[in-house]
């Protein structure tokens, strides 16, 4: 079974720097990719992020790229999402999923965790 938990959410100012994490457990090693997403009020999902297991090629979206970092670290099974320059319009539930059984496709998410930005 495989299991993700967002944390690091939370109230920030525009301009702050928020982390968060996603940690997983269960089919770790099988694990190709583990990506963020978010929703904001009346929006669709979108993609923000990824990064891959195995050498830890990333990916951005173009509203986030050079403010927003994704790392990880294998050995805790832990993904980060270092969140920059914080605009309001970052605004979402952010969500990690992992790509695990077949390529392409994100089957497994966390519960998501909220990020507010306020002016």
């Known amino acids: 079974q495989v299991t993700l938990v967002e944390s690091g959410g939370g109230l920030v100012q525009a301009g702050d720097p928020l982390r968060l994490s996603c940690a997983q457990s269960?089919?770790?090693?099988?694990?190709?990719?583990t990506a963020w997403f978010r929703q904001a009020p009346g929006k669709e999902r979108e993609f923000v992020a990824t990064?891959?297991?195995?050498?830890?090629?990333?990916a951005y979206a173009d509203s986030v790229k050079g403010r927003f970092t994704t790392s990880r670290d294998n050995a805790k099974n832990t993904v980060y999402l270092q969140m920059n320059n914080l605009k309001p319009e970052d605004t979402a539930v952010y969500y990690c999923?992992?790509?695990?059984?077949?390529?392409?496709?994100?089957?497994?998410w966390g519960q998501g965790t909220q990020v507010t930005v306020s002016l």
């Open positions: 990064i891959s297991r195995i050498g830890g090629s990333t």
């Open positions: 269960g089919r770790t090693r099988s694990t190709y990719r």
């Open positions: 999923a992992a790509e695990i059984a077949t390529p392409g496709r994100f089957d497994y």
